[in-house]
């Protein structure tokens, strides 16, 4: 089958098996990637996408050619492959994960979580992590994610060479250390909301102290609302870019541990 595909490609029998192995590589880690890999996209798309990253990784590597190893199996080779960029790929999709946190956070704690978006994730979700998460992709994709993930891809062959599988406790250990970085990222993004409700909460707490009588939970539901549309207009700025700012590093080093 190699050698009449080969033919037709005109490529020889190791370059083609190296391009099939790095594309099942790139399809793996652009089925996570962020604005590329989103589930409103066609999937001839995204084929089409996994094809043109494939070809440009391919001849970035300084030796892209597969030959024959009669000790590891060409499809044994396919499924280190895969498995290395569902790693690559979920270390990025995390970043995304920790913005949509963040903004499920913030909706709870400014009694908007009744608000849902829809359409952007599979799950329903509140208006505000849909909202954080599109402008953080935008953003990401403004400013030459297609670049860097590319970058990203060719880069780890350098760590995690063709059809080799890394050892399991690294894997383990890194993949716990991601999903802690994540979960603590997505709070410190949703941290004003949070400082923001805890104040209202205090007074409104001691406003009823003072005035049982007074429905106070009626009249501050209102002013809770308008504070946390308030906060995410001036805030949301200031999240995006240091989000953004952590998703470069990401994408940078994929594979090393959170600091």
């Given at each position: 089958?190699?050698?009449?595909?080969?033919?037709?490609?005109?490529?020889?029998?190791?370059?083609?098996?190296?391009?099939?192995?790095?594309?099942?590589?790139?399809?793996?880690?652009?089925?996570?990637?962020?604005?590329?890999?989103?589930?409103?996209?066609?999937?001839?798309?995204?084929?089409?996408?996994?094809?043109?990253?494939?070809?440009?990784?391919?001849?970035?590597?300084?030796?892209?050619?597969?030959?024959?190893?009669?000790?590891?199996?060409?499809?044994?080779?396919?499924?280190?492959?895969?498995?290395?960029?569902?790693?690559?790929?979920?270390?990025?999709?995390?970043?995304?994960?920790?913005?949509q946190l963040a903004g499920s956070i913030a909706?709870?704690?400014?009694?908007?979580?009744?608000?849902?978006?829809?359409?952007?994730?599979?799950?329903?979700?509140?208006?505000?992590?849909?909202?954080l998460m599109l402008a953080g992709v935008t953003?990401?994709?403004?400013?030459?994610?297609?670049?860097?993930?590319?970058?990203?891809?060719?880069?780890?062959?350098?760590?995690?060479?063709?059809?080799?599988?890394?050892?399991?406790?690294?894997?383990?250990?890194?993949?716990?250390?991601?999903?802690?970085?994540?979960?603590?990222?997505?709070?410190?993004?949703?941290?004003?909301?949070?400082?923001?409700?805890?104040?209202?909460?205090?007074?409104?707490?001691?406003?009823?102290?003072?005035?049982?009588?007074?429905?106070?939970?009626?009249?501050?539901?209102?002013?809770?609302?308008?504070?946390?549309?308030?906060?995410?207009?001036?805030?949301?700025?200031?999240?995006?870019?240091?989000?953004?700012?952590?998703?470069?590093?990401?994408?940078?080093?994929?594979?090393?541990?959170?600091?």
């Open positions: 089958m190699f050698q009449g595909l080969a033919a037709i490609l005109d490529l020889t029998e190791a370059g083609l098996a190296g391009f099939i192995l790095v594309f099942t590589r790139i399809g793996a880690v652009m089925a996570l990637l962020p604005g590329f890999g989103e589930r409103m996209i066609p999937a001839r798309v995204k084929l089409g996408l996994a094809l043109a990253f494939g070809t440009v990784v391919w001849s970035m590597l300084p030796d892209p050619l597969v030959r024959p190893d009669p000790e590891r199996a060409f499809f044994l080779m396919m499924l280190i492959e895969a498995a290395i960029g569902l790693l690559l790929g979920l270390a990025i999709r995390l970043m995304v994960l920790a913005l909706a709870q704690s400014t009694a908007l979580a009744q608000i849902f978006g829809a359409g952007a994730t599979p799950d329903p979700m509140p208006a505000i992590g849909n909202i953003l990401a994709v403004a400013s030459g994610l297609h670049v860097k993930a590319a970058l990203l891809m060719a880069r780890s062959y350098e760590i995690l060479p063709m059809g080799l599988a890394p050892p399991a406790a690294d894997v383990a250990a890194w993949g716990t250390a991601r999903v802690a970085q994540a979960f603590a990222l997505g709070f410190s993004l949703a941290a004003p909301f949070v400082i923001a409700a805890f104040a209202y909460n205090l007074a409104l707490g001691a406003i009823n102290k003072a005035m049982p009588q007074l429905m106070v939970a009626f009249i501050g539901a209102p002013a809770i609302t308008a504070g946390g549309l308030l906060i995410l207009m001036l805030a949301a700025p200031v999240i995006l870019t240091y989000w953004n700012g952590r998703l470069d590093a990401t994408l940078l080093d994929p594979l090393g541990l959170p600091r």
